[in-house]
């Protein structure tokens, strides 16, 4: 065999391992939904291996929004729910969650309560055959390899607010992280960063609806959030979030979002990237993020408006990269297809398609 063979030979194997490597890598999409269930808390976390998590409930008048919203995520079963802490506008749905849902573990923290509600969500874990995981500070959840999911408190058992008694949670996935705070107050925060407990993340999920109780400014120091997202009902009687958070804020994070306005948020990432829709469409979208379709990635080029396929010997350096799900979409942002590699071909369309000229 000729070494022009040989050349060839290798091209061809790297391109297949490239388009292997693209396809199975960017596949691997960890999602982080903010849901809108008005004044409360209701997170639902899905993992590239497919595992849903449920932090909270909500209310309870706002169950069948959160019903409705799993459903619409495809959600039958839960491997995690965690009642951060036992007051009503984060424990109110968790009833019939644990009645319609089939759960796998429950999550605690070991603090009770005299309400109704919370009797009742612990009849309805019993009833459901579980047996309730006490929540301690600084415990590694099992969740998948390569996730994350570290409870990093409640750091005591004796605080007099039950907000300080909240599960606070640390996901990271890669190299993107996020902390979720429950309704923890500047108490339990000191007791955090004195433990040397906080890290910092790239999405803050803000204490107590914005309520100036919490996310003091040695806090935000601390967590240096891209980030922020406010769960609260819109004109809601607490006046949450209160306007010195929201300024706290602005001068540590990038943006903040709050369910009152954006209605549910959601974040994904890849591990490296992370782009935020809400019900009007996406907020941060950034070109490093690839997109998926049946058909694979196409790639294009900022400087030459070609795309291409993944496997394409011409493919642009990686700072002039741009990723469409799409030909459709990379024909209507102005891009012509490689002659070499064809990805209209690809797609089963005419080699000489209508494309910007």
Same mark, same amino acid.
């Given at each position: ?38 004044? $409360? ?104 390899? $390569? ?205 000489? $398609?209508?494309?910007?000229?």
């Amino acid at each position: 065999m000729d070494r022009a063979s040989v050349r060839a030979i290798k091209r061809i194997g790297c391109a297949f391992l490239f388009l292997f490597l693209s396809l199975s890598v960017f596949s691997a999409i960890l999602s982080v939904h903010f849901i809108d269930v008005g004044q $409360g808390d209701a997170i639902l976390i899905q993992t590239p291996d497919g595992k849903n998590i449920l932090i909270d409930g909500g209310p309870v008048e706002a169950f069948p929004t959160l019903d409705d919203y799993l459903r619409s995520q495809g959600v039958e079963v839960l491997e995690i729910v965690i009642a951060t802490h036992p007051h009503a506008d984060h424990i109110g749905g968790l009833s019939k969650i644990f009645a319609e849902y089939p759960v796998a573990r429950v999550y605690m923290p070991r603090v009770s309560h005299t309400t109704v509600l919370y009797r009742n969500l612990l009849l309805a874990v019993r009833e459901a055959g579980l047996k309730i995981q006490t929540a301690r500070m600084d415990m590694d959840v099992t969740v998948e390899e $390569g996730i994350l999911f570290r409870l990093l408190g409640p750091v005591r058992d004796d605080y007099e607010e039950l907000n300080n008694h909240s599960v606070v949670i640390y996901l990271a996935f890669q190299e993107v992280s996020f902390l979720f705070m429950g309704d923890a107050e500047t108490d339990a925060e000191a007791d955090l960063m004195k433990r040397k407990l906080i890290p910092d993340a790239d999405v803050l999920k803000v204490a107590h609806h914005g309520s100036r109780s919490s996310t003091s400014e040695a806090f935000l120091k601390k967590v240096e959030p891209t980030y922020a997202v406010i769960s609260c009902g819109k004109n809601n009687d607490y006046g949450h979030p209160h306007a010195s958070v929201l300024k706290r804020l602005r001068l540590y994070a990038r943006e903040v979002f709050r369910t009152d306005r954006n209605g549910a948020l959601l974040f994904e990432t890849n591990g490296v990237a992370l782009r935020i829709s809400d019900k009007d469409g996406w907020l941060v979208l950034p070109s490093s993020f690839p997109s998926e379709s049946e058909g694979g990635l196409y790639i294009g080029n900022r400087k030459s408006k070609i795309f291409h396929v993944p496997s394409c010997d011409f493919l642009p350096d990686e700072k002039n990269r741009v990723y469409f799900s799409s030909v459709e979409e990379a024909l209507n942002e102005g891009f012509r297809p490689c002659g070499l590699c064809r990805p209209l071909a690809r797609e089963g369309k005419a080699s000489g $398609g209508n494309y910007p000229k």
